[in-house]
């Protein structure tokens, strides 16, 4: 696609249900990534995949936290029994296997609320 | 381990130029990169630097000194869309590749 594409674009959820979040990466992306971003908070790293091998998961909270991806394409990160801290707006970013001068591309990311 | 450090908030008037500093301790250096974030939106790409110097691109440009860890985001003739977080990011060898570690990102207020 032209663009990294998220979804949903906010979910509301009940504390302890489960979620599932979204990434479809830039055709051709190999490299794609997961971060956290609490309001008015700085990017937190959570996962990096390289095709559809994940060498970096150093960043995930919590054994609630997993994701995947598949033909290395679309990922899914997955929330389980979702706390009130979870709350966030979680971004996904693409890149070529070497990032070089084009750096990542980010989507417009996925605003999660646990009420 | 890596360490980027940039000031928190910066507040600047319209018309006026504006330096963002960032520093840098890494384990490996293969270029650093300013993102720019509107609130609520996702991070843009605004600049790259690999080489010790300035980069100018418009009414921006971004500076480098490897020697020193240092690089800063230097906006020119500010204008009240400027008001956004600017994220200093630097690209070094991670698990299986390169991988870019971001600072916690400036929030400039530009005022009349």
């Known amino acids: 696609g032209a663009g990294v594409s998220q979804s949903p674009s906010n979910k509301v959820t009940e504390k302890g249900k489960d979620v599932e979040l979204r990434c479809d990466p830039i055709?051709?992306?190999?490299?794609l990534y997961w971060y956290r971003q609490r309001l008015g908070q700085g990017l937190e790293f959570l996962i990096y995949?390289?095709?559809?091998?994940?060498?970096?998961k150093s960043g995930l909270p919590s054994d609630r936290f997993s994701a995947e991806r598949t033909g290395e394409s679309v990922s899914t990160l997955t929330i389980q029994r979702t706390q009130q801290e979870d709350s966030a707006v979680y971004l996904c970013?693409?890149?070529?296997?070497?990032?070089?001068?084009?750096?990542?591309?980010f989507g417009s990311g996925t605003r999660l609320t646990v009420v | 381990g890596q360490n980027i450090d940039q000031p928190t908030e910066m507040t600047a008037t319209e018309g006026a130029i504006v330096q963002i500093n960032c520093t840098y301790q890494t384990s490996g250096f293969n270029g650093l990169f300013w993102y720019q974030q509107h609130a609520g939106e996702a991070p843009t790409f605004l600049s790259y630097n690999v080489l010790d110097g300035l980069e100018e691109k418009g009414r921006f440009s971004s500076f480098l000194s490897r020697s020193k860890g240092y690089s800063y985001l230097l906006l020119k003739e500010l204008q009240m869309k400027d008001s956004a977080s600017y994220l200093c990011a630097v690209l070094a060898p991670g698990a299986g590749s390169y991988q870019l570690t971001f600072g916690k990102g400036t929030k400039l207020s530009v005022i009349p």
């Open positions: 055709s051709g992306h190999t490299a």
């Open positions: 970013a693409s890149s070529l296997p070497n990032p070089g001068r084009e750096g990542y591309t």
């Open positions: 995949f390289q095709g559809n091998s994940a060498p970096d």
